[in-house]
C-alpha cells in the first residue's frame, strides 16, 4: 500500500477517518465503531467473568478481573477523598476502554485498512485515540461529571460562590476570579483530550513511518518501538483515569 501515491499519500490514507458529514456536524464512523466494539468487549468480558465467579480456586479470566479491579480500587482509595458509588466503577471503565482504544495501535498497520478495502470501504483509521473527536467526548464527559458534583455536593450558591470568590475572596475580585477558574476549568477536558491525542497520534504515526521503510528493516526499528509503545499505552491509560479521580474529588471538597 505504501506506493499508493507516494510516502505522503499513504500517511494521509492511513490518518484519514472514514466520516460523513461536513465541518463541525461530521461523525467518525470508524470512532464510532472501534470505540463501541471496545466497550462491548469490555463489557462482556466482565459480565463473563461474573457469571462463572467462584469463591474456590479462580481461573486465569478471574485473577486478571480481580487484580484490575483491586488495582484500580487501590488508586480511588489513595487518590479520591468523598463518597460515591460511581467513582470506582468509572475509573475501571476509563481505563480499560482506553486501553483498549490504544491497544489497536498495536496491531499492524496495513492489517484492518487493507480488509476495509476489500470490503468497499476507502478509509479506516482503527485506533480512536489518534481521533480527536474520540478524545475530546471522553473529556468531556469528565468535565460534565466535574460540573454535575460540584453543584450537587456544594449547592448551586455554593458552587457560584466558589467559582466567583476563589483564589481571592473579595467581591472586587469576581471579574478576576471568573478569568481564572473559566481557565483552570476548560484546561481540564483540554489536557485530558489534548494529552491522549497527540501520543497516540505521534506513536501511530511512527508505526506508520515503519511500515514505509524496506522490509528488511521493519522488523528492526518496528519490534523494540512496539515493547516501548505498550508501555505507552499502558501510562496514558493510567493517566487518564487518575487525572479523572483527581478532578472528581475536588469537585466532592465542600469548603
Given at each position: 500500500m505504501a506506493s499508493e501515491g507516494g510516502a505522503t499519500g499513504y500517511i494521509v490514507h492511513h490518518l484519514t477517518p472514514l466520516s460523513v458529514g461536513e465541518g463541525f456536524w461530521a461523525l467518525h464512523l470508524d470512532t464510532l465503531f472501534f470505540s463501541a ?219
Amino acid at each position: 500500500m505504501a506506493s499508493e501515491g507516494g510516502a505522503t499519500g499513504y500517511i494521509v490514507h492511513h490518518l484519514t477517518p472514514l466520516s460523513v458529514g461536513e465541518g463541525f456536524w461530521a461523525l467518525h464512523l470508524d470512532t464510532l465503531f472501534f470505540s463501541a466494539v471496545l466497550g462491548g468487549l469490555f463489557l462482556g468480558f466482565f459480565k463473563t467473568v461474573v457469571g462463572k465467579a467462584t469463591t474456590g480456586v479462580p481461573g486465569l479470566a478471574q485473577n486478571f478481573a480481580e487484580l484490575l479491579i483491586e488495582f484500580v480500587d487501590t488508586q480511588v482509595k489513595d487518590t479520591f477523598h468523598g463518597r460515591s458509588k460511581l467513582i470506582a466503577p468509572l475509573a475501571l471503565t476509563i481505563f480499560c476502554w482506553v486501553f483498549l482504544w490504544n491497544a489497536m495501535d498495536m496491531l499492524p498497520v496495513d492489517l484492518l485498512p487493507m480488509l476495509g478495502g476489500w470490503m468497499g470501504i476507502p478509509y479506516l483509521r482503527v485506533v480512536p485515540s489518534t481521533d480527536l473527536n474520540g478524545t475530546f467526548a471522553l473529556s468531556l464527559s469528565v468535565f460534565v461529571l466535574i460540573f454535575f458534583y460540584s453543584i450537587k455536593i456544594k449547592g448551586v450558591l455554593g458552587f457560584i460562590k466558589e467559582f466567583t470568590l476563589t483564589p481571592f475572596h473579595h467581591p472586587v475580585m469576581i471579574p478576576f476570579n471568573l478569568i481564572l477558574k473559566t481557565v483552570e476549568e476548560l484546561a481540564k477536558p483540554i489536557s485530558l483530550g489534548l494529552r491522549l491525542f497527540g501520543n497516540l497520534y505521534a506513536g501511530e504515526l511512527i508505526f506508520i513511518l515503519i511500515a514505509l521503510l524496506p522490509p528488511a528493516i521493519q522488523p528492526i526499528l518496528g519490534f523494540p518501538w512496539a515493547i516501548f509503545h505498550i508501555l505507552v499505552i499502558t501510562l496514558q491509560a493510567f493517566i487518564f483515569m487518575v487525572l479523572t479521580i483527581v478532578y472528581l474529588s475536588l469537585a466532592h471538597e465542600d469548603h
